[in-house]
Protein backbone atom coordinates (compact mmCIF):
# COMPACT_ATOMS: atom_id res chain seq x y z
CA UNK A 1 0.00 0.00 0.00
CA UNK A 2 2.90 2.57 0.00
CA UNK A 3 6.06 3.18 -1.79
CA UNK A 4 8.84 0.37 -1.42
CA UNK A 5 12.62 1.47 -0.05
CA UNK A 6 15.46 -0.11 -1.10
CA UNK A 7 17.53 -2.39 0.62
CA UNK A 8 20.69 -3.97 -0.18
CA UNK A 9 21.02 -7.80 -0.80
CA UNK A 10 24.72 -8.13 -2.76
CA UNK A 11 24.25 -11.75 -3.78
CA UNK A 12 20.69 -11.83 -5.31
CA UNK A 13 21.80 -10.70 -9.00
CA UNK A 14 24.58 -13.77 -9.02
CA UNK A 15 20.66 -15.70 -7.99
CA UNK A 16 19.13 -13.87 -10.69
CA UNK A 17 21.12 -14.52 -13.23
CA UNK A 18 21.32 -18.17 -12.65
CA UNK A 19 17.76 -18.61 -12.59
CA UNK A 20 17.42 -16.73 -15.78
CA UNK A 21 19.67 -19.47 -17.71
CA UNK A 22 17.40 -21.99 -16.59
CA UNK A 23 14.03 -20.32 -16.96
CA UNK A 24 11.43 -21.77 -20.15
CA UNK A 25 10.94 -18.45 -21.33
CA UNK A 26 14.42 -18.02 -22.06
CA UNK A 27 15.05 -21.20 -23.39
CA UNK A 28 15.61 -20.12 -27.37
CA UNK A 29 17.17 -16.26 -26.45
CA UNK A 30 19.77 -16.89 -24.02
CA UNK A 31 20.31 -13.75 -21.31
CA UNK A 32 23.36 -11.52 -22.46
CA UNK A 33 23.28 -8.89 -19.72
CA UNK A 34 21.39 -8.60 -16.35
CA UNK A 35 20.95 -4.57 -15.18
CA UNK A 36 19.02 -4.08 -11.69
CA UNK A 37 16.74 -1.25 -11.63
CA UNK A 38 15.38 -1.42 -8.52
CA UNK A 39 16.39 -3.47 -5.17
CA UNK A 40 14.45 -4.41 -2.02
CA UNK A 41 13.65 -6.32 0.63
CA UNK A 42 9.98 -7.81 -0.34
CA UNK A 43 10.47 -7.15 -4.80
CA UNK A 44 13.52 -6.62 -6.90
CA UNK A 45 13.64 -5.87 -10.77
CA UNK A 46 16.12 -6.60 -13.45
CA UNK A 47 16.59 -5.52 -16.80
CA UNK A 48 17.22 -8.67 -18.71
CA UNK A 49 18.90 -8.44 -21.98
CA UNK A 50 18.41 -10.99 -24.68
CA UNK A 51 19.20 -11.43 -28.65
CA UNK A 52 15.34 -10.66 -29.08
CA UNK A 53 15.17 -7.82 -27.08
CA UNK A 54 14.71 -6.50 -23.48
CA UNK A 55 12.44 -7.54 -20.59
CA UNK A 56 11.55 -6.53 -16.41
CA UNK A 57 11.70 -9.57 -14.47
CA UNK A 58 10.40 -8.63 -10.82
CA UNK A 59 11.45 -10.90 -8.23
CA UNK A 60 9.22 -11.63 -5.13
CA UNK A 61 10.89 -12.44 -1.67
CA UNK A 62 9.82 -15.15 0.08
CA UNK A 63 8.12 -12.61 3.06
CA UNK A 64 5.82 -12.35 0.13
CA UNK A 65 4.53 -15.32 -0.99
CA UNK A 66 0.82 -14.28 0.75
CA UNK A 67 0.30 -12.22 -2.10
CA UNK A 68 -1.72 -13.75 -4.75
CA UNK A 69 0.65 -13.51 -7.69
CA UNK A 70 -2.14 -15.17 -9.82
CA UNK A 71 -4.01 -11.92 -9.66
CA UNK A 72 -1.66 -9.59 -9.96
CA UNK A 73 -0.79 -10.89 -13.04
CA UNK A 74 -4.54 -11.11 -13.84
CA UNK A 75 -5.21 -7.22 -12.66
CA UNK A 76 -1.47 -6.45 -14.82
CA UNK A 77 -2.84 -8.22 -18.11
CA UNK A 78 -6.31 -6.20 -18.19
CA UNK A 79 -4.61 -3.14 -17.59
CA UNK A 80 -1.95 -3.80 -20.77
CA UNK A 81 -4.66 -4.30 -23.08
CA UNK A 82 -6.12 -1.37 -22.39
CA UNK A 83 -3.08 0.43 -23.08
CA UNK A 84 -2.13 1.17 -19.53
CA UNK A 85 0.50 -0.93 -18.40
CA UNK A 86 3.68 -2.79 -19.95
CA UNK A 87 1.85 -6.20 -20.93
CA UNK A 88 2.91 -9.63 -18.57
CA UNK A 89 4.35 -12.09 -20.78
CA UNK A 90 5.50 -14.97 -17.74
CA UNK A 91 5.15 -15.58 -14.53
CA UNK A 92 6.98 -18.22 -12.69
CA UNK A 93 5.34 -19.35 -9.00
CA UNK A 94 7.87 -21.73 -8.29
CA UNK A 95 10.56 -19.28 -8.83
CA UNK A 96 8.81 -15.79 -7.35
CA UNK A 97 9.49 -14.14 -10.71
CA UNK A 98 7.03 -12.05 -13.13
CA UNK A 99 8.32 -10.83 -16.25
CA UNK A 100 7.50 -7.99 -18.14
CA UNK A 101 7.75 -6.06 -21.51
CA UNK A 102 10.51 -3.50 -21.34
CA UNK A 103 10.03 0.39 -21.89
CA UNK A 104 13.13 1.76 -22.66
CA UNK A 105 14.71 4.92 -21.29
CA UNK A 106 11.39 5.52 -19.34
CA UNK A 107 11.44 7.72 -16.62
CA UNK A 108 9.50 8.26 -13.28
CA UNK A 109 7.31 11.09 -14.22
CA UNK A 110 8.07 14.54 -12.02
CA UNK A 111 5.23 15.88 -9.78
CA UNK A 112 5.55 19.00 -11.96
CA UNK A 113 4.41 16.49 -15.17
CA UNK A 114 1.95 14.81 -12.53
CA UNK A 115 0.44 18.50 -11.67
CA UNK A 116 -0.18 19.65 -15.17
CA UNK A 117 -1.30 16.58 -16.67
CA UNK A 118 -3.97 15.95 -13.91
CA UNK A 119 -6.56 15.18 -16.74
CA UNK A 120 -5.24 12.89 -18.64
CA UNK A 121 -4.40 11.00 -15.28
CA UNK A 122 -7.92 11.26 -14.10
CA UNK A 123 -8.68 9.54 -17.71
CA UNK A 124 -6.21 6.98 -16.93
CA UNK A 125 -7.70 5.98 -13.45
CA UNK A 126 -11.57 5.78 -14.89
CA UNK A 127 -10.68 3.09 -17.26
CA UNK A 128 -8.54 1.22 -14.99
CA UNK A 129 -11.38 1.76 -12.20
CA UNK A 130 -13.83 0.48 -14.98
CA UNK A 131 -11.62 -2.83 -16.15
CA UNK A 132 -13.82 -6.45 -15.75
CA UNK A 133 -11.40 -8.43 -13.44
CA UNK A 134 -12.48 -10.53 -10.71
CA UNK A 135 -10.36 -9.78 -7.35
CA UNK A 136 -10.71 -10.02 -3.59
CA UNK A 137 -13.13 -6.93 -2.58
CA UNK A 138 -11.01 -4.33 -0.20
CA UNK A 139 -13.02 -3.92 2.80
CA UNK A 140 -10.83 -1.11 4.69
CA UNK A 141 -12.00 -1.41 8.03
CA UNK A 142 -10.82 -4.85 7.89
CA UNK A 143 -7.65 -4.11 6.43
CA UNK A 144 -6.68 -1.42 9.28
CA UNK A 145 -7.76 -4.29 12.47
CA UNK A 146 -5.30 -7.17 10.33
CA UNK A 147 -2.18 -4.48 10.00
CA UNK A 148 -3.10 -3.60 13.62
CA UNK A 149 -2.92 -7.29 15.19
CA UNK A 150 0.72 -7.69 13.36
CA UNK A 151 1.66 -4.73 15.51
CA UNK A 152 0.15 -5.33 18.91
CA UNK A 153 2.96 -6.39 20.98
CA UNK A 154 4.68 -3.12 19.76
CA UNK A 155 1.27 -1.16 20.32
CA UNK A 156 1.58 2.15 22.12
CA UNK A 157 -0.35 4.72 23.81
CA UNK A 158 0.15 7.47 21.35
CA UNK A 159 -0.76 4.80 18.59
CA UNK A 160 -4.18 4.36 20.70
CA UNK A 161 -4.70 8.11 20.77
CA UNK A 162 -4.67 8.24 16.43
CA UNK A 163 -6.18 4.88 16.07
CA UNK A 164 -9.70 6.11 17.64
CA UNK A 165 -10.44 8.62 14.84
CA UNK A 166 -9.01 6.37 12.20
CA UNK A 167 -10.97 3.39 12.93
CA UNK A 168 -13.64 5.55 13.11
CA UNK A 169 -13.07 7.54 9.79
CA UNK A 170 -13.20 3.69 8.13
CA UNK A 171 -16.37 3.09 9.76
CA UNK A 172 -18.07 6.53 8.90
CA UNK A 173 -16.82 5.86 5.21
CA UNK A 174 -18.83 2.35 5.29
CA UNK A 175 -21.66 4.66 5.54
CA UNK A 176 -21.30 6.31 2.06
CA UNK A 177 -22.08 3.87 -0.98
CA UNK A 178 -19.23 2.21 -1.96
CA UNK A 179 -17.91 2.88 -6.00
CA UNK A 180 -16.39 -0.20 -6.61
CA UNK A 181 -13.54 -0.16 -9.21
CA UNK A 182 -10.42 -2.32 -9.87
CA UNK A 183 -8.07 -0.10 -8.36
CA UNK A 184 -4.09 -0.20 -8.25
CA UNK A 185 -4.19 0.83 -4.43
CA UNK A 186 -0.07 1.61 -4.88
CA UNK A 187 -0.17 4.88 -6.48
CA UNK A 188 3.19 6.86 -5.98
CA UNK A 189 6.01 8.11 -8.19
CA UNK A 190 7.82 5.16 -8.16
CA UNK A 191 4.92 3.34 -10.20
CA UNK A 192 4.55 5.49 -12.72
CA UNK A 193 6.57 5.84 -15.80
CA UNK A 194 6.58 8.54 -18.64
CA UNK A 195 7.44 6.37 -21.63
CA UNK A 196 6.73 7.93 -25.41
CA UNK A 197 4.57 10.90 -23.48
CA UNK A 198 2.63 8.60 -22.41
CA UNK A 199 2.12 7.61 -18.47
CA UNK A 200 2.47 3.66 -17.60
CA UNK A 201 1.11 2.08 -14.73
CA UNK A 202 3.43 -0.78 -13.20
CA UNK A 203 3.73 -2.98 -9.99
CA UNK A 204 0.63 -4.09 -9.24
CA UNK A 205 0.82 -6.08 -6.53
CA UNK A 206 -1.93 -4.72 -4.62
CA UNK A 207 -4.08 -4.37 -7.47
CA UNK A 208 -7.36 -5.12 -6.15
CA UNK A 209 -11.47 -4.22 -5.67
CA UNK A 210 -11.84 -1.50 -3.81
CA UNK A 211 -13.91 1.90 -3.63
CA UNK A 212 -12.34 3.83 -6.51
CA UNK A 213 -11.70 7.15 -3.97
CA UNK A 214 -8.75 5.28 -2.72
CA UNK A 215 -6.83 6.12 -5.67
CA UNK A 216 -7.68 9.43 -5.82
CA UNK A 217 -6.70 10.21 -2.37
CA UNK A 218 -3.57 8.52 -2.92
CA UNK A 219 -2.45 10.77 -5.88
CA UNK A 220 -4.00 13.95 -4.14
CA UNK A 221 -1.50 12.75 -0.86
CA UNK A 222 1.80 11.39 -2.52
CA UNK A 223 2.17 14.09 -5.26
CA UNK A 224 0.68 16.94 -2.18
CA UNK A 225 -1.52 18.41 -4.94
CA UNK A 226 -3.66 21.66 -3.80
CA UNK A 227 -6.91 21.90 -3.00
CA UNK A 228 -7.55 23.17 -6.93
CA UNK A 229 -5.17 20.40 -8.15
CA UNK A 230 -7.67 17.76 -6.14
CA UNK A 231 -10.64 19.31 -7.33
CA UNK A 232 -9.37 19.39 -10.87
CA UNK A 233 -8.38 15.75 -10.44
CA UNK A 234 -12.30 14.73 -8.99
CA UNK A 235 -13.58 17.08 -11.77
CA UNK A 236 -11.57 15.28 -14.83
CA UNK A 237 -12.41 11.72 -13.22
CA UNK A 238 -16.13 12.43 -13.05
CA UNK A 239 -16.48 13.99 -16.96
CA UNK A 240 -14.66 10.37 -18.01
CA UNK A 241 -16.65 8.26 -15.74
CA UNK A 242 -20.24 10.46 -15.91
CA UNK A 243 -23.89 8.90 -14.06
CA UNK A 244 -21.45 6.13 -12.96
CA UNK A 245 -19.33 8.04 -10.88
CA UNK A 246 -20.72 8.22 -6.98
CA UNK A 247 -22.24 11.74 -6.04
CA UNK A 248 -20.60 11.85 -3.05
CA UNK A 249 -17.34 11.75 -4.16
CA UNK A 250 -15.75 15.01 -2.53
CA UNK A 251 -17.76 14.21 0.73
CA UNK A 252 -16.13 10.29 0.78
CA UNK A 253 -12.28 11.93 -0.01
CA UNK A 254 -11.75 13.67 3.77
CA UNK A 255 -12.71 10.53 5.16
CA UNK A 256 -10.71 8.15 2.70
CA UNK A 257 -7.33 10.46 3.42
CA UNK A 258 -7.26 9.57 6.82
CA UNK A 259 -8.46 5.92 6.12
CA UNK A 260 -5.15 5.98 3.44
CA UNK A 261 -2.69 7.38 5.41
CA UNK A 262 -3.67 5.20 7.95
CA UNK A 263 -2.37 2.16 5.40
CA UNK A 264 0.68 3.36 4.72
CA UNK A 265 1.49 4.84 8.36
CA UNK A 266 0.73 1.25 9.98
CA UNK A 267 2.29 -0.69 6.74
CA UNK A 268 5.49 1.33 7.26
CA UNK A 269 5.66 0.83 10.63
CA UNK A 270 5.77 -3.11 10.29
CA UNK A 271 8.14 -2.75 7.40
CA UNK A 272 10.42 -0.93 10.03
CA UNK A 273 9.80 -3.63 12.70
CA UNK A 274 10.66 -6.23 9.75
CA UNK A 275 13.91 -5.11 7.98
CA UNK A 276 15.45 -2.46 10.87
CA UNK A 277 15.80 -0.16 8.20
CA UNK A 278 15.82 3.66 9.56
CA UNK A 279 14.54 4.55 5.92
CA UNK A 280 11.11 2.70 6.82
CA UNK A 281 10.76 4.49 10.53
CA UNK A 282 11.14 7.84 9.32
CA UNK A 283 8.73 6.93 6.47
CA UNK A 284 6.59 6.16 9.23
CA UNK A 285 6.47 8.83 11.29
CA UNK A 286 5.86 11.30 8.15
CA UNK A 287 2.72 9.49 7.78
CA UNK A 288 1.52 9.17 11.27
CA UNK A 289 2.11 13.45 11.86
CA UNK A 290 0.10 13.79 8.73
CA UNK A 291 -2.95 11.28 10.25
CA UNK A 292 -2.52 14.05 13.36
CA UNK A 293 -2.69 16.76 10.77
CA UNK A 294 -6.26 15.03 8.74
CA UNK A 295 -7.79 14.28 12.04
CA UNK A 296 -7.21 17.63 13.50
CA UNK A 297 -8.70 19.99 10.60
Not at 53 to 61: E, I, K, M, S, T
Not at 123 to 137: S, Y
Amino acid sequence: MAQQLPATTADEPRLIWHLCQQLEFFADHEPLLLKQLTQGKRTSSYQVHTNRGHYVLRHYGPSVLGVCRQQELRCQHAAAAAGLAPAPLCLNNHQRMLITEFLPEAQSPSVAYIRQNIPALAQKLATLHQLPVQTAVLDPWLYLQQLRIQLEPYWTAEAQTIWLPLITAARDLQYFQADIGLCHMDLHGQNLLLWQQKLWLIDFEYCQLADVVFDLVALTVQFDLSEAEQQLLLDSYRAVRGSACSVQLLEKVALAKIVYSGFCWLWYWQEELDNQDPRHKQAAADCYQLLQRLVQS
